[in-house]
Antibody
């Protein structure tokens, strides 16, 4: 069974960098799947942040204007997220998720981590 | 970006009755090369991550009860719960992956009347 678990600081200062890790168990990240980050401000909807493939390919939401970097540690079967220059608007629950590769592109989100609330505040 | 607009924003339905949630896309999510609609539905209960219910617009994920069904084509899609159960209280989201960035609808909150 695929399991994902987010970890990292629950509080980040404004203008700082949000850094999270997603540990994947029960399944190798070296597979025909994209590994994604999605966020959800408290009480609001879902926003796709970006994703990575085991080849090193990445794709990001242009709305984040170059502030985001997603990488993989294949030896640890982990996914990482770095979001810099954060503001209060980046306060959200951050989820990691798996997207199967279908017809040459990432598809639906079939497995999710439980999520981690990150608050941006001084 | 493709904009997905769900309707209604909230819905109250009696137990055992049918619930219908709509999702309208700002452009077609049909991939002509494989004739698949790149549209999925998720259920999110309080304090939990979203759960995949339906993909390719009408294919139920493993273990999803058959009272959940998806339909539609082009730009208009529907999630139907044929006989509402108490455990179906949740927020429901549609999502498209036809075009990057993938996007979600704003969500529909389903409650028991």
């Amino acid at each position: 069974q695929v399991q994902l678990q987010e970890s990292g600081p629950g509080l980040v200062e404004p203008s700082g960098t949000l850094s999270l890790t997603c540990r994947v168990s029960g399944f190798s990240i070296i597979s025909a799947n994209w590994w994604s980050w999605v966020r959800q401000p408290p009480g609001k909807g879902l926003e796709w942040i970006g994703e990575a493939y085991y080849t090193g390919d990445t794709s990001y939401n242009p709305s984040l204007k170059g502030r985001v970097t997603i990488s993989q540690d294949k030896s640890r079967n982990q996914l990482s997220l770095n979001l810099n220059s954060v503001t209060a608007a980046d306060t959200a629950i951050y989820y990691c998720s798996r997207r199967p590769l279908w017809y040459g592109q990432s598809s639906y989100f079939d497995f999710w981590g439980p999520g981690l609330l990150v608050t941006v505040s001084s | 970006d493709i904009v997905l607009t769900q309707s209604p924003d909230s819905l109250s339905v009696s137990l055992g009755e049918r619930a219908t949630i709509n999702c309208k896309s700002s452009q077609s999510v049909l991939y002509s090369s494989n004739q698949k609609h790149y549209l999925s539905w998720y259920q999110q209960k309080p304090g939990q991550p979203p759960k995949l219910l339906i993909y390719w617009a009408s294919t139920r994920d493993f273990g999803v009860p058959d009272r959940f069904s998806g339909s539609g084509s082009g730009t208009d899609f529907t999630l139907t719960i044929s006989s509402l159960q108490a455990e179906d209280v949740a927020v429901y989201y549609c999502q498209q992956h036809h075009t990057t960035p993938c996007t979600f609808g704003q969500g529909t909150k389903l409650e028991i009347k």
